[in-house]
């Protein structure tokens, strides 16, 4: 089996073929007027920061789909798209390659 690509070793979580592990950015907690909104009215953001990557998905036709991202790629991802999942206290989401809308660059 393939290593998994992932940012430290501290991670115990590793995605299956098709699937990446995201580390979802924070919330606004301030609107761009100054009011400070409470966790109950912030809106969960759709993009994060790339933690572990599966690897590659082999296709019905035997075709490969290669992971579109590496570690550390801050990603947009669909709104809905994606699973939480807890580990050590911090919440991931475990995203599929499908659910990936874009790559923000920096």
Known sequence: MPKIKTENNKLNIRPLAGYLLVLPSEAESKTASGLYLPDSAKEKPAQGTVMAVSEDVVLDNGGVLKAPV??????????????EVKNNGIEYKLVKFDDLMAIIEE
Do not use: A, Q, R
């Not at 590496?70 to 699973?83: A, S």
């Open 70 to 83: 590496k570690v550390g790629d801050k990603v947009i991802y669909k709104k809905w798209g994606g699973d």
